[in-house]
């Protein structure tokens, strides 16, 4: 199979695995113990600490380990809730469902800001929404179209009314330089699955001296601010990952992630006619293409791929199945027909020259072959969502 699914999660790099699975096997003391054992786990743990401290520019009291991007989110968000005055939220229109619906969640009213054409958010209208407003929570990245948002500047803008910014950047991590004390946030979320780490283990950064309140209580592991045992394993993936993912920077590595999915599109463009990318092409994650085909319904086509050996998604991960357009493409304007026919493709560390060739030709024949079947009055391929 070729994985061109990497925005729903990643492989678990080989060096990453062998440094988890010593905890997994024998360090099992619970790392809030007082014996040599308990203390050998504390250890790994703070090592960890530092290294995605170091790898996102904080300092390492300002990383708490959750069990992922979702939890991050929903700590974040409820946090920023308790600890903000009485003003209203700001949300991007296209945030991840963790967003939307614990959004839903709060008391206080949460408007929706909207982006244009190229899946970015309309500044000027940030500019309207920020004076009364509580805070802001703005993706790096969107998961579907791979668009950057302009985190910087929504920091600075947000920064000069004293408002907090809380930043979704699950997807953004590992992709692009990220660094939390350049871009000014005051939260943000990361999850290790999507960059080569294991499932269940992620991190919120909490900027020093950020009014802050625990979604979780108990044991007060994390500094009070994370309940919970450690999950130590995952917690000692998510650090070598991490410096992983900073080594890859240093050497170039976004840039190879870029050529992968660039030779794939290029290709693909190249071979099949009524192709067209989605989004802002100028700021874009460099392993993400969201690609429309005219006459050629997404579902079907996906069916197709899974049979030749190629693991894409329609819409976003979370919605495969679904045959309505996805909210981001909904917000984006992209029209319905257009919508319903398109697939994302996100390349990995982990995929080759090879495979990106391989796929574009793959793609370019199932399409070819839908539109057949399609044009030759048989009917669109029905997908039965469950
Ligand atoms: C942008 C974004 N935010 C949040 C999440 C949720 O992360 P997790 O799977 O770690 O809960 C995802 C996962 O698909 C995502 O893509």
Redesign the pocket.
């Known amino acids: 199979m070729i994985h061109l699914d990497a925005?729903?999660?990643t492989p678990i790099r080989a060096e990453i695995l062998e440094a988890m699975l010593p905890w997994l096997r024998d360090g099992y003391a619970n790392p809030s113990g007082s014996h040599r054992e308990a203390k050998r786990a504390r250890q790994a743990i703070e090592h960890a600490r530092s290294q995605v401290a170091g790898w996102l520019g904080a300092l390492p009291e300002e990383i708490v380990f959750t069990?992922?991007?979702?939890?991050?989110?929903n700590t974040a968000l409820r946090s920023l809730d308790r600890n903000t005055g009485t003003g209203h939220g700001l949300v991007s229109a296209i945030?991840?469902s963790?967003?939307l619906r614990c959004a839903e969640t709060l008391e206080r009213e949460v408007m929706l800001m909207p982006v244009n054409a190229g899946g970015r958010l309309e500044l000027d209208l940030l500019a309207r929404g920020l004076p009364g407003a509580a805070f802001v929570s703005v993706?790096a990245?969107?998961?579907e179209t791979g668009v950057i948002q302009p985190l910087a500047e929504i920091c600075a803008m947000a920064k000069a009314h004293g408002v907090p910014v809380h930043t979704?950047a699950?997807?953004a991590a590992g992709k692009m330089p990220f660094n939390v004390r350049g871009l000014g946030v005051d939260l943000a979320?990361f999850?290790?699955?999507?960059f080569h780490g294991p499932?269940g283990v992620?991190a919120l950064y909490v900027r020093c001296g950020t009014a802050f309140t625990p979604l979780l209580w108990g044991g007060s592991q994390e500094g009070g601010r994370r309940s919970g045992t450690e999950n130590t394993a995952g917690i000692v993936a998510m650090g070598a990952a991490a410096s992983l993912m900073q080594k890859l920077q240093e050497t170039g590595g976004h840039g190879q992630l870029a050529n992968l999915r660039d030779a794939f599109e290029n290709k693909l463009l190249e071979e099949l006619p009524g192709v067209a990318v989605n989004g802002d092409l100028r700021h874009r994650l460099p392993n993400t293409s969201h690609l429309s085909f005219d006459d050629c319904e997404a579902a079907g086509l996906l069916i197709l791929l899974d049979e030749a050996g190629i693991a894409c998604s329609a819409g976003?991960?979370?919605m495969s199945g679904r045959q309505r357009p996805s909210h981001v493409q909904v917000a984006m304007g992209i029209e319905e027909t257009r919508a319903r026919s398109s697939l994302r493709f996100s390349f990995s560390t982990m995929n080759t020259m090879g495979e990106a060739f391989a796929a574009a030709v793959m793609v370019s024949r199932a399409v070819e072959k839908l539109r057949r079947v399609q044009g030759s009055g048989v009917g669109p391929v029905q997908v039965y969502c469950t």
């Open positions: 925005n729903a999660s069990s992922g991007g979702t939890e991050s989110i945030e991840h963790a967003v993706m990245a969107n998961n979704d699950v997807q979320s999850s290790a699955h999507k499932k992620g976003s991960s979370c």
